[in-house]
Structures are given as C-alpha cells and as structure tokens.
C-alpha cells in the first residue's frame, strides 16, 4: 500500500513538472515565433504584400483544403508539396535568373561554373539576410528580389485559380480547379507561402546561418542544411535511448514480477447480467465498424488519387469527392471510431465494475449516442459540402473544415463533442463512483480509469485553444497537444487500465499486482511522452530548446515499447491457463497484436524518424505515414477491437457469437496493414528520404519523384495489402451483422464456457 502511494506521488510530480516545462516551452513559441510583417517592400518602394495579407493567406489556405492539400513547415498530407520548401526553390532559381539576365544576358544554367559559384554565394547571402524591422514591421527586399517573389507569387495565383496551363500540374498535385475562387484569397495565399518560406530561409535576429525553422527544409541552394544542434541533440538521444533500456532491462530482471494467480475453474464474468445502460452501448460497438468501413473505403480512394490525381480508375470521382475531402474523412474517421470504442467501453465496464446501474443511467447513454452520430454526421456533411462550394473562411472555421490534418471539423462540431465528452465523463463517474468509494484491492486500478478518463474530457479543451487569427507556429503547438497528448497519451492509459482491469476480474492477474504496475507503466510512459510532444514541433518557428527537449524525451517514449513484446508472450500463455479463456481468445490476440505494433510501429518506425537528423531529411515524407498507418490501426485500432470485442462478448448471445469469422477478421487485418506498411508506405518513404537528403525537401516533395514510375509502382504495391485488409474489415463486418441478428447456424459449436460449465 506505502509503495503504491509512492509511485502515484510520484506520478503526480511528474505529470506537474513535465506540464509546467511544456507550458513553459509554448511561451517561447510565442514570444519567439517568426514575426508576421505588416508589409513587405522592395528598395524602390514597390508594395509587394500589405498588412493583414500573411493571416488571410493563412485562413484562404486552411480553407481550401490546407494540411490536406500539402503541407507547410513538414506537416499535412504528402502528395501536393510542401508549400514552404516549394516556395523557397521556387524563388532561388527564379532570383538566379533575374541575377543571369542582369548581369550576363543568359539564363543560369547557360553560365560558366565560376559565374554560377557568383550567383550562388549571392544567392545565400540574399536570401539568408534578415530584413525585418521589428519597429515598423517591414521586411525589405531588392528590386531583384521582388521580381522574383512577383513571378512565383503568380505561379500560386494561377495554381489555385483556373489557369489552364496549370491544369496537368494540378491532377500531380490531386487538386480542383478554381481552388480559391476569390482573387483577393489567392493573392494572400501568395503572401502566407512567401512568409513561410521566408522564416524558413532568414537568419533569426543576432544570428548566423540557423533560420526561425531551425534551417529546414533541407535546401542546399541557400545552404538550409541542419544546424550543429540537431546532429548533437540525435546523437544525445540515441545514448539516452540505448541507456533507459539498459536500466529498464536490468530493472525488471532485478524485480522479477510475481507470477499469475491461479485462474478459476469457470469464467468468472459468465453470469454477469447486463444492465439497460450496458446493453445501450452495443450500437456504439455496430456504429464503430460502420466507421471502420467508411474509412477504409476513403483510404483506398485518397491512396489511388496519389496516382490519378482527380479520378477513379477512369470515373471523375474528384468532381464530387476531391483528394483533400476523402483524406480529410479517412483521418478523422480514424480518430472517431477508435475514441467510440474506447468510451462505449468505458460506459459498458462502469456499471459492470461498481454493481450500480445509477438512475436514468440507459438514457443518458442513448442521448450521448445520438448527439455522437449527430456530431459525425453534421462535421462531414459540411465540411464536405463547405469544401465542394468554397463558402469561404468563415464558414469553414466554425461549421465546416478547418483545414487541420486529424483535427478538421469546425469549431461549432467541436464545441459540441466537448459538451459530449463532459456527459460521457459525468455518465461514468456517476456508475463508478460507489467502486472508488468502495475498499478493495482494484481501487486503484478503477481510480486510474477515471482519472485517464477525466483527462481525456478535459484535455480535448485544447482543441479550442487556436482561433481564425492565431499565429501557425501556436496552431501547430496546440493542435499537437490534441493529437498527441489527447490520442496517444491518455487514451493509451485509459485502455491499458480497463485491459488490466478486465485481466484482474478474469482471475488472470493478480489486482495488486496490476494496481502497482499500471501506475508504474503511467509513470514511464508520461515521463518521455508528456515532453516527447516536442518531437513534432522541431522546425514549425520553435526556438531551438524545443530541438533538445524533444530529441531527448521522445527517445524516452520508445524505452516502454521494447518491452511490449514481453508484455505480449505473457498475454498469449494467459490464453492456454484455463480452457474458458479461449472465450475471449480475439480479444486477447488484439492486445497481443497491440504489443507487436507498438514494437514495430510505434517504436521501430517511431524512432526511425523521431531523432531531429531523422526528422530534418523525413518530415512530411512517406515514412511518416508509414509509422503512421502503423501506430495509429496496430496500437490504437487494434486496441478499440480489443475492447469492443470483450464488450460485445459480455452482452451477446452465446450461441450467435462467431470465433469462425473473427479469426479471418484478425488475422487479414493484421496482415494487410504489414503488407501495407512494409510493402509500400515504408520503400516509398526510403526512396524519397534519399531525395530529401541529395537534392533538398522540395525535390522530394515535386512530381519528378511523387509520379515517377518507381513511387506510382510502390503506390500500386499498395493494393494488395489494401485488398487483404479491406477483406478483414468485411469480415468483421459479417460478424457483427451476425450478432445484431443473435442468431445461429444449425450445428454451431457450443461456447467453451458454457460447455465447461455444464
């Protein structure tokens, strides 16, 4: 009992410091971010971009697609460029050439080696120069310089109109015409693209050769290259790495971990009787696979359009469902049916855990569950329709898309799902509260679930946090607060808590045990992972401490996950300790299957582009879709199936439950995603992460390598494990129909339990 009130002391101290330092760090996000200037001018006086033009540019980008459309400073969808390393190339060669023309009459390329080597020392001394003055909140530029900026500005001007020479650069980059109807909208789409990529190529004040982006993108024509810090602090992080595991492997072998209790004779929870409130859950459970569904099926159309840019296999499909509208669905669905699952479960387990079906307790889970499909339902439809018309910044920041990857619905949608998540958090407070009151060796446990579960009402705050007008370098901050502390962090502690909840009341684990070791795992897993927020926030106008804090902690966010295997061969020999656990044998593979992902995806491919050298070359690059695909379906999906599928277990007819098509639904899903990953999404990321590295990010990001016959072929090699895996989600798809009829086939076989206990 004293060491558990140690360890949840501890957790307190870490969580207050590791938040005060995170606080801390978004003060210096906004005392240092690139400033906004009020104008930009060339020598002679010539107005190039006014005030108020960079933050409606800002707004006119979000909302017309935004980080579904590309990405700007690494983050958002990868088949349009990156906005700010396109821009800088961009306006390099095209400064070149203004120099070439005015001084030899030739175009650059047509130069002697020694005229060229003049230019380019220019080049960089020109562009790195930083202009702005603070007190009128000016940059200058030369003559020269304005007419190069005035020609690429036109470049997006027309892109993003209807210029019809554009029109096959466009069907590259998976864009409509007429993008920004509004001709004031694009000229400051010009001026947002040109500050971007100015902050990522001018010296910081009182500085030399380190930009407001920490020199990225990778850029050799203006010697954007990374600084010495970004090399010192991924050497640093890999030391740390290889020493945390070293101390967490000398640990556990030091502190062997008390064996498994013996289980019971019979399934403990086969008698449980289902209240109202825990059997109104079960459409959640049908609503997350229709989820499921709907995102694979926009999955495969967003990954097709990578090759064919507005169509389908020959049909027009982007006339009604363009790239940044099916991409904008496939990751947000992803985020909505994992968190589905996850608070179903938490309604489902609460009533269960207490004893105590609180008054009322059915309704206000049917009420949750229709304002829920009310929240998904209204935030597509008019984010799709809002896109589809172009009804302006507006409307896209309060109703429709917001233009933010995994965060996209409007602020009105979010308004909503907060009040949704405060009821959910009140329905299972009020069914768990005589458990927390209640003596007993898994207090602490159930302790743990509601305090995992009141972070994650309280913590989505955070996306309220940005407004229309808010500074992007402060957007991204807060927005990777949502993303990463709200997905990855919390709900991950939330799950592992109701997993070694349901372990302790199977009779599989002793409830002490897990008490002390959940709080345990918290504590390691908030120490690297509150801090390793950072990791995404390296060159989006951060100062350079964010370099070394995130380097160092999100390293510490990999030591855990080394273990996971571990974790999983233990959760595998808990399946043969009595002949009923082969009752929940899917649901104990899909956390077994948790343990494999977070090994590979989360933390082999995790930390293949989380050291800031890694993320210099990669960010916005294949790779991190490929960690991507494979953190958020291997751990968190397969996590979300887990637990619906112990759910439905518990509030299902026996004889409709059907292990036959589970085990196709498992085993596809699982090797569909690794074909997937390992067959495409990974070689694809190599292969432009070699780009990156020889030639610069744009060049990475251009249709020379995203259309080139090797990157369209690995798209191709997609599809097979895209087939495999879409026969899975059909699969589970056939099994719920078969439960939600609660019917059987003449001949079923009969459940072990029921069998045993006959």
Not at 363 to 377: E, P, R, S, T
Not at 693 to 702: D, E, L, T
Request: charged share 15%; net charge neutral; with cysteine.
């Amino acid at each position: 009992m004293h060491a558990s009130k140690r360890l949840w002391t501890w957790l307190a101290v870490i969580c207050v410091l590791s938040f005060a330092v995170l606080g801390w760090v978004g003060t210096e996000i906004y005392v240092k971010a690139p400033p906004i200037p009020k104008q930009v001018v060339s020598t002679k006086g010539l107005l190039l971009f006014s005030e108020g033009q960079v933050d409606r540019g800002q707004q006119a980008w979000l909302s017309a697609g935004g980080q579904q459309l590309g990405s700007v400073w690494g983050h958002g969808s990868y088949v349009a460029p990156d906005w700010s390393a396109d821009w800088l190339h961009r306006e390099a060669v095209a400064l070149r050439d203004v120099w070439a023309q005015r001084d030899f009459g030739k175009s650059f390329e047509q130069l002697s080696a020694p005229q060229q080597a003049q230019l380019t020392g220019l080049l960089k001394e020109e562009m790195r120069r930083n202009t702005y003055d603070a007190q009128t909140g000016t940059i200058t530029v030369s003559p020269e310089r304005a007419a190069a900026i005035e020609q690429v500005a036109q470049h997006y001007i027309g892109l993003f109109g209807d210029e019809s020479s554009l029109n096959k650069l466009r069907e590259q980059y998976a864009m409509t015409s007429g993008s920004l109807p509004d001709a004031a909208d694009r000229q400051a789409l010009a001026a947002f693209f040109f500050w971007s990529s100015w902050s990522a190529a001018t010296d910081r004040p009182g500085e030399e050769n380190l930009s407001y982006t920490s020199n990225w993108p990778h850029e050799p024509l203006i010697g954007n290259t990374p600084t010495a810090g970004t090399g010192i602090w991924s050497v640093a992080s890999v030391i740390l790495l290889i020493a945390a595991i070293a101390a967490m492997v000398l640990f556990h072998s030091t502190h062997g971990e008390e064996s498994d209790p013996t289980p019971p004779k019979a399934d403990p929870l086969f008698d449980l009787k289902a209240t109202p409130s825990m059997k109104a859950t079960k459409k959640y459970f049908f609503v997350v696979i229709g989820l499921i569904l709907a995102q694979v099926a926009m999955g495969v159309i967003t990954a097709h359009y990578s090759v064919e840019g507005t169509s389908f296999f020959g049909l027009p499909l982007g006339d009604i469902l363009p790239f940044k509208i099916s991409r904008t669905i496939h990751t947000q669905f992803a985020v909505l049916w994992i968190a589905t699952a996850w608070l179903a479960t938490g309604l489902y387990i609460s009533p269960a855990l207490s004893g105590h079906e609180p008054k009322f307790q059915k309704l206000g889970v049917d009420v949750l569950f229709w304002a829920l499909i009310f929240i998904v339902v209204g935030s597509t439809v008019t984010g799709w329709l809002g896109s589809l018309q172009h009804a302006g910044t507006e409307f896209s920041f309060w109703i429709g898309n917001q233009g933010l990857e995994f965060t996209s619905m409007g602020r009105v949608w979010q308004i909503l799902l907060f009040v949704g998540l405060m009821i959910w958090l009140f329905l299972m407070g009020r069914a768990l509260m005589p458990a927390l009151k209640r003596p007993s060796e898994s207090r602490g446990l159930v302790a743990m679930v509601f305090l995992s579960a009141t972070c994650i009402g309280l913590f989505y705050t955070t996306s309220l946090t940005w407004g229309s007008h808010t500074h992007y370098s402060m957007i991204e901050y807060w927005r990777w607060w949502l993303v990463h502390l709200w997905v990855e962090g919390f709900f991950e502690v939330f799950a592992t808590a109701v997993i070694a909840l349901l372990f302790s009341r199977l009779g599989l684990i002793r409830a002490s045990t897990a008490n002390t070791a959940i709080v345990l795992e918290t504590i390691v897993f908030l120490f690297g992972g509150i801090l390793g927020t950072l990791h995404h926030l390296y060159f989006t106008g951060t100062p350079t401490s964010v370099i070394a804090l995130g380097a160092m902690f999100s390293a510490l966010e990999v030591v855990p996950l080394t273990m996971m295997g571990v974790e999983g061969y233990r959760n595998y020999q808990r399946l043969k300790a009595a002949p009923w656990v082969q009752t929940y044998k899917w649901a104990i593979l899909c956390f077994i299957a948790v343990g494999f992902w977070n090994t590979i995806g989360a933390g082999l491919l995790g930390f293949s582009i989380n050291p800031p050298i890694s993320l210099y070359y990669m960010q916005g690059l294949n790779l991190t879709a490929s960690h991507g695909h494979a953190a958020l379906f291997g751990v968190y999906g397969m996590l979300g199936i887990g637990l619906m599928l112990f759910c439905l277990r518990g509030m299902s007819e026996r004889a409709a439950w059907a292990d036959n098509l589970l085990k196709p639904a498992f085993w596809l899903l699982n090797i569909g995603l690794a074909m997937m990953v390992f067959m495409s999404l990974t070689p694809a990321g190599i292969y432009q992460a070699w780009a990156s590295i020889s030639r610069g990010m744009w060049y990475a990001r251009s249709p020379e390598v995203v259309h080139s016959p090797l990157m369209e072929t690995l798209v191709w090699l997609r599809v097979p494990g895209d087939i495999v895996f879409a026969a899975g989600t059909v699969f589970l798809m056939l099994f719920a129909l078969r439960l939600l009829k609660g019917t059987s086939k003449a001949g079923q076989s009969i459940p072990v339990t029921q069998a045993f206990r006959a």
